[in-house]
């Protein structure tokens, strides 16, 4: 009988496709799963083939918010942690209840670093920052396991604290390409994910400019959403620009595969978003779709493995629009080698063999 694992995370779980994936593989796998997350910005209705719950969160604020479901959650651990377990956190704000009950009990501990949280840069020059940075600092270099989303951020978990996690990236799973390529007109841009800072959409959206017989979809939702549709008006292109919404990860990906061209083209707003591999630009590729790619090691990485798309070379509109015609130009049909190459080496079921070989270590 293989282990139980107990992952959780600060999530209302319903979008992460990271802990989607790595929980259905274990599953599937035969390891006894319950996944733990919680009720902050809603808990919409979903359907796992293990056990799920939400821990409730009454704090009006982020800031309290982590306190509560930390103290929370390491009450739940101490109730269904026992020496046949393996706990999973995912992310520095749900490391700390379960690092402390790890070592109480003296079972093993499975950290996944989705991203350089401490890094991020809603926290940049925060109090908040130098806490997570201290908890960071106090607990990585303890870790046996860890594992994390790219081999940039491998390499700076390396050098800043002698950790030497294993990079499991977030592709998703082969799609089996078999769809004739639409004749779009106008031609489909694609933005997909949180509508955050730093991301770049606010100048895709004054690159339209600059662009004929292109439609700008983003398909979304998040804090930066408002400022975006109010720019759309203030610059007059409603025809141009259009709001798709937080859509559900199936019907994204209907979405996804009839688009020309999509877009990861992040700015350097902190470690954590320099060192990226950001998840659309593995989904796009799944989906055959070319890329407009921002000039990060990641995708640079990407870029210099397979041909699927443009690198920026910076972030005015004009250099936006010109690396977009470009891809236009070539035509999706002839990106299709090399996407079709890069999803061969880039998806989940050669993520998922490196993930269970981590938890069969663990188990051990």
Request: glycine residues 4%; positive net charge.
């Amino acid at each position: 009988m293989k282990k139980k694992v107990i992952t959780s995370a600060f999530s209302n779980l319903y979008t992460d496709q990271r802990i989607e994936k790595v929980c259905r593989t274990l599953h599937e796998n035969g390891y006894q799963i319950e996944l733990i997350g919680n009720d902050w910005k809603g808990a919409e209705q979903m359907e796992r083939p293990y056990r799920f719950s939400r821990i409730h969160l009454s704090s009006a604020s982020l800031k309290t918010a982590y306190f509560e479901f930390n103290w929370k959650l390491y009450h739940q651990l101490k109730k269904k942690a026992d020496q046949n377990t393996i706990l999973h956190a995912n992310d520095l704000d749900a490391l700390l209840p379960n690092y402390l009950l790890a070592k109480k009990l003296n079972i093993p501990l499975v950290f996944d670093s989705h991203e350089i949280f401490s890094e991020m840069p809603a926290i940049q020059g925060k109090m908040s920052q130098k806490i997570w940075r201290y908890l960071e600092k106090e607990i990585i270099p303890k870790l046996t396991f860890m594992i994390t989303a790219s081999g940039s951020y491998a390499e700076w978990f390396r050098k800043k604290y002698g950790a030497d996690p294993v990079v499991i990236q977030n592709a998703p799973k082969k799609l089996d390409f078999t769809m004739e390529i639409p004749n779009n007109d106008p031609k489909v841009f694609l933005y997909q994910g949180a509508i955050n800072p730093f991301r770049g959409i606010d100048k895709a959206i004054l690159a339209m400019h600059h662009l004929d017989g292109v439609v700008f979809k983003i398909a979304g939702d998040g804090p930066r959403k408002k400022e975006y549709e109010d720019l759309v008006l203030k610059e007059k292109l409603q025809d141009k620009v259009q709001f798709l919404g937080k859509l559900k990860p199936e019907n994204l990906r209907n979405i996804t595969v009839t688009a020309d061209v999509g877009m990861s083209i992040e700015e350097n707003g902190g470690e954590s978003y320099l060192y990226s591999l950001p998840n659309k630009v593995l989904d796009c590729i799944q989906s055959r779709v070319p890329l407009v790619l921002a000039n990060l090691p990641e995708m640079q990485n990407i870029k210099s493995r397979f041909d699927v798309g443009e690198i920026i070379k910076d972030h005015t509109p004009e250099n936006i629009a010109a690396a977009v015609k470009k891809v236009l130009h070539k035509g999706r049909k002839n990106y299709l080698p090399e996407l079709d190459k890069a999803s061969d080496s880039l998806c989940w079921e050669n993520e998922e063999i490196k993930l269970l070989e981590v938890f069969e270590n663990a188990s051990k």
